[in-house]
Structures are given as C-alpha cells and as structure tokens.
C-alpha cells in the first residue's frame, strides 16, 4: 500500500449505530488530519493530530471521537450520528515542520446516516 | 476565515485556456493548489509561497500576489483530463493549518 488509505469506502449506518472509521499513511508523515466535504461546501477541517497529539478540534460535536495510536494510523469513531453529518469524510496527512505543509489526501469514506 | 474563489464553475472546450482566482482576506504564507477529480481524493498541484513566486507544471501554472493576498491558477491550452473541481487552500505561517475554499467547477469538453 502507499499513500494514504482509507476503510471503508463507503458506510452507512442508522443514528444509533457505533461505527468507525479507519485512516493510515505509508508516507512517514508525522501530521494528519480529518476533513468533512458535503456538497456546495468548502473542505472543512475537523481534527488534526501532530505527532499523535491532537492539536486542533474545530468545534466538532462530541459525537465524533478521533483517535490516534501511533503517527501513522488514525481513527474516526462515530456515535449517534444525525443525518446532516452524511458527507465524504477525508483523511490526509502531511509533514509539519518544513516551510511548507503539503497534505496527501486519501480516497476518503462516503458516510449515510439514515 | 475561507478565501474565496472565483468562478464557481467553468466550462472549456478542448485546447481553450482558463483562470481560476483565489482571494484571502487575511495575510497570506502560502496558497495550494488542488484538483478534485468526482468520487476521488483531492490531488496536490502546487504550493505557492509569499514573495510572488510563481510556479509552473507542464501547462498548469500559477501566480501569487503577496500585496493583493490572491492567487491565481492558469490552465492553458486544456485537456480532457482537466476536468474536476479546483480547491486553493491558505495558510497564515508554515506551521498553520489549511483553510480550503469552496472550489471551482471546471469542465473540459471535447
């Protein structure tokens, strides 16, 4: 695998299921991040983990729950989701430090809240 | 605070050319380009950094206006395969996060 790998691809689910979402980088990086893309809207940032610590959390409700073992895997656990958090969830990863901050994206997951 | 893009969308015919524009409110370290295929990842093109460098890849290239916080995405003579929607993302110092705009619809037809 190389990259940046997401699972699944696609997932639905009702609003009381539990379910989670999976994020690794073969790329060494040692950032990564969760963004929400819905339809006619920017990419919105949700989370982001440097180093394995969680720097930043855009007011995102507490129904979502990142996690993040080691620098290159990353975890989106969903609970009691509500229809309006259906959207393409994306995973990146970049290498913070240098002058700049490329983000390799994966495919991301096509999320269903029924 | 998201920059702005403009057009929201863009149709070309086949070796036509196209600009796409990318304004922020706020001073700019760096403006990045990407390129969203349908029901794909978004794809890294470049990144720009403050000082009005301006950066090329094959018939793709781009400009940065440090004065104006604008960044501007050149897509000369386009092929099929550019179509797809278009994000620029900024960040304030090398070390922020991105803030991605809402992107452009661009669409190449034969």
């Known amino acids: 695998e190389t990259g940046v790998t997401q699972t699944p691809r696609h997932l639905v689910m009702g609003m009381t299921n539990k379910k989670s979402l999976k994020c690794e980088q073969h790329l060494g990086h040692n950032a990564m991040y969760w963004y929400k893309q819905s339809a006619k809207k920017p990419l919105e940032l949700m989370f982001v983990?440097?180093?394995?610590?969680?720097?930043e959390n855009n007011s995102v409700p507490s129904r979502f729950s990142p996690e993040c073992p080691n620098s290159s895997h990353l975890f989106l656990h969903l609970h009691t989701l509500q229809p309006e958090d259906s959207a393409l969830y994306l995973c990146?990863?970049?290498?913070?430090?240098?002058?700049?901050?490329?983000?390799?994206f994966g495919p991301g997951t096509r999320l269903t809240v029924l | 605070q998201q920059p702005v893009q403009s057009p929201q969308a863009v149709i070309l015919r086949e070796g036509e050319d196209a600009v796409i524009n990318c304004s922020s409110s706020k001073a700019l370290y760096s403006v990045h380009w990407y390129r969203q295929k349908h029901g794909e990842a978004p794809i890294f093109l470049m990144i720009?950094?403050?000082?009005?460098e301006q950066k090329g890849h094959d018939k793709i290239s781009a400009s940065f206006n440090e004065k104006k916080q604008q960044s501007s995405l050149y897509l000369t003579a386009s092929q099929l395969s550019y179509s797809g929607t278009y994000f620029c993302?900024?960040?304030?110092?090398?070390?922020?996060?991105?803030?991605f705009g809402k992107g452009t619809m661009l669409l190449v037809s034969p």
């Open positions: 990146a990863s970049s290498q913070v430090g240098f002058s700049y901050n490329e983000q390799f």
């Open positions: 993302g900024t960040s304030s110092s090398g070390y922020s996060t991105l803030t």
């Open positions: 983990y440097n180093f394995k610590e969680q720097t």
């Open positions: 720009l950094l403050k000082g009005g």
